[in-house]
Every structure is written in structure tokens, then in C-alpha cells.
């Protein structure tokens, strides 16, 4: 069965997220070292929570794996990944894995 992992980046009165970055740099270095083992990359970046609402996420990317054993070989690759979110943003990532369903 697929699994996702979601990285959820929360709007914070004093957090910071510079978009640019985030979508050349550091998900170049996903790619770099994580990609040979993800299906599929997803990233939104927060525009609305709702009519006249603003968004509550900054962004959130989304990775999908063929399956568990994917997902695990990506995530022992991940350190240099990890290590470039103080490079962009001042947030503690929120993190979501599951079994995709639909």
C-alpha cells in the first residue's frame, strides 16, 4: 500500500517562511537525496483558509511512496534535509504519515 508523509508548515504570529527558497534550494535537495526512493512530490503553498480567511499553513509538502519500505529508506537519507529547514524558515514543521486511501 502507498504511504504519504505531509510536512505542515503552521502560520505562527512570528513565523517566517521564505517560498523562494523553499521551492528551488530545499526541495532540490529532497530530490537530490530523498527522490529515488518518493513516487510522487506535491507542494502547496498557503493562499486562503476559506473565503476571506487567511491561510493557516504556509505550505505543505506532500511525498508518496510505493510503500513503507520506500518511505523508510528515503527518510535514513533525509539528514541534509532536515538540517536546511533553518534556511527558510523559523517553524517547527508539523508531520503527517498515513496510508493513502483515494
Known amino acids: 500500500m502507498s504511504v504519504s508523509l505531509q510536512v505542515i508548515y503552521p502560520v505562527g ?7 523562494e527558497y523553499y521551492a ?5 535537495l529532497v530530490q537530490e537525496h530523498m527522490g529515488p526512493h518518493i513516487a510522487q512530490t506535491l507542494v502547496t503553498k498557503g493562499k486562503a483558509g476559506g473565503p476571506k480567511v487567511p491561510p493557516a499553513f504556509h505550505a505543505i509538502a ?3 511512496f510505493a510503500d513503507a519500505d520506500a518511505m523508510k529508506a528515503a527518510m535514513a537519507l533525509a539528514g ?17 504519515i498515513g496510508d493513502v486511501v483515494a
Open 24 to 28: 528551488t534550494t530545499h526541495m532540490a
Open 62 to 64: 506532500t511525498m508518496v
Open 13 to 19: 504570529a512570528e513565523s517566517t517562511f521564505d517560498h
Open 80 to 96: 541534509p534535509v532536515m538540517a536546511d529547514i533553518p534556511n527558510f524558515t523559523n517553524i517547527e514543521p508539523q508531520i503527517l
